[in-house]
């Protein structure tokens, strides 16, 4: 387990990039820290991995701190964005070199051995005699990991390792990332900007946003349960739809869209609501439902989407988005009429907490 403690980093320039981070890993899982740029998820890589000390805090792998072991102590394999490997050295020398080196270094023959067998694991036995030239972006990626697993570490650390990789080849290529670290039951902190990668690979995700983990939970759990409005806004394609309403004689207001409280479930409220309170509707793209309902709006334009298309429109005077059936006959300056799914809405207070 990797267990970390009030961890804290402020830079000479005084910018604090992590803010009292508390977090819990179990053993074997694959937890995705993702976030915006500048968020802290690499900061926080770096300082696990130890090419950067901690302000503050506390890492421990196992019950043991780690804060003061030197980077090659700590018992981490590491695979950066620019897979830094040796150019001059065949695939299967890269792999080796890792072997060859430092206090726990082996024979050249019995490192063979140990590289052949991850290779098999990782798909690239067959090229073991090319140099990383004569790779594509995937294969060099699969080299990279492989020689960060060869060395059987208790963590491995993967830092934005498919951004370099076209759309395609970054789906494949994250199948086979999960695929290869749940055989070899390493656990494996990934880190990624792309909530697809991260949704899509993890066990958990760790969101974080200026220094701050905003909600650290299954994948489906940032989705359909958010903690708040950063995570509401952030996980989800397209984005979801926000409005603000006022709280008067239970209703929810605004010039153009009204919502009567008798049509939420008073179950969902996590807090009670403050007349003349403004409140944050947010409301995803496939929760609005086609019908004859109140809401009318019309449509501005249409993207396809294979199964499904997006209406641009607008509601309550906001551009918004609502996924419909691509089968669908509907039409630029087309009229519609919709209604919500009250059930799966989100209704955020001033501070962006979720209170429904």
């Known amino acids: 387990m990797i267990e ?17 981070i508390n977090l819990k890993i179990e053993e074997g899982a694959i937890v995705s820290l993702l976030g915006p740029s500048g968020c802290g998820k690499s900061t926080m890589l770096n300082i696990i991995a130890g090419l950067l000390d901690p302000s503050k805090g506390d890492i421990k792998f196992g019950g043991e701190s780690i804060v003061n072991k030197h980077p090659k102590d700590r018992d981490v394999g590491m695979v950066f964005q620019n897979y830094a490997l040796y150019p001059h050295m065949t695939v299967l020398e890269n792999i080796i070199f890792p072997l060859t080196v430092g206090k726990n270094k082996m024979d050249k023959n019995k490192a063979k051995k140990v590289a ?36 059987n570490p208790k963590i491995l650390l993967l830092d934005e390792p498919l951004s370099n990789l076209d759309a395609r080849l970054r789906i494949k290529i994250r199948e086979e990332i999960r695929n290869i670290v749940k055989t070899v039951g390493v656990t494996t902190i990934f880190v990624t900007h792309d909530q697809e990668e991260a949704l899509s690979i993890s066990d958990y995700i760790a969101l974080m946003n200026k220094g701050l983990i905003q909600q650290f939970d299954i994948p489906q759990n940032l989705y359909l349960q958010p903690a708040n409005l950063f995570v509401a806004k952030f996980i989800g394609t397209p984005i979801i739809n926000t409005y603000n309403l006022i709280y008067k004689n239970k209703k929810f207001v605004t010039d153009s869209l009204e919502i009567d409280l008798n049509k939420l479930y008073k179950d969902n409220f996590k807090k009670d609501l403050i007349e003349g309170e403004t409140y944050t509707f947010a409301i995803r793209p496939e929760h609005f ?6 809401i009318k709006t019309l449509i501005k ?34 009229y519609i009429n919709l209604d919500i799914d009250y059930k799966s809405i989100y209704i955020f207070d001033k501070n962006g907490e979720r209170i429904y």
Not at 311 to 327: F, L, P, Q, T, Y
């Open 4 to 20: 970390i403690s009030n961890l804290n980093k402020v830079y000479p320039n005084g910018y604090e990039a992590l803010k009292d």
């Open 289 to 294: 439902i086609l019908s004859d309902s109140s």
């Open 116 to 151: 052949e067998k991850y290779m098999d694991l990782t798909y690239i036995s067959e090229l073991a005699d090319k140099k990383p030239k004569a790779l594509s972006g995937g294969q060099q990626q699969r080299v990279a990991i492989t020689r960060a697993l060869v060395q």
């Open 301 to 334: 334009s249409i993207e396809m989407i294979g199964r499904y298309m997006i209406i641009h429109a607008d509601i309550a005077n906001v551009s918004s988005r609502i996924v419909v059936d691509s089968k669908l006959d509907l039409k630029v300056s087309d």
